[in-house]
């Protein structure tokens, strides 16, 4: 099970960043998005790449513009 901005996700162990991120309806290459497994930041680069371990804890943030 992994944990997705604080909720329980239907994502899995060997799930990728990039595959959280689809699932938000996400492209991996826009702007303004930052991704946190477990307190570490996960660089761009690493996305497609990075699976999730059990249990991981996992932060997409985004940026907003307004004021």
């Given at each position: 099970?992994?944990?997705l901005?604080?909720a329980e996700?239907?994502?899995?162990?060997g799930?990728?960043?990039a595959?959280?991120?689809?699932?938000?309806?996400?492209?991996p290459?826009?702007?303004?998005?930052?991704?946190?497994?477990?307190?570490g930041?996960?660089?761009?680069g690493?996305?497609?790449?990075?699976?999730l371990?059990?249990?991981?804890?996992?932060?997409?943030?985004?940026?907003?513009?307004?004021g």
């Amino acid at each position: 099970m992994i944990f997705l901005n604080g909720a329980e996700s239907e994502l899995h162990a060997g799930d990728t960043v990039a595959d959280v991120l689809a699932r938000m309806g996400l492209a991996p290459d826009a702007k303004g998005i930052a991704v946190a497994v477990d307190d570490g930041v996960v660089p761009r680069g690493e996305w497609r790449d990075f699976a999730l371990p059990e249990d991981a804890r996992v932060e997409v943030l985004t940026a907003m513009q307004g004021g």
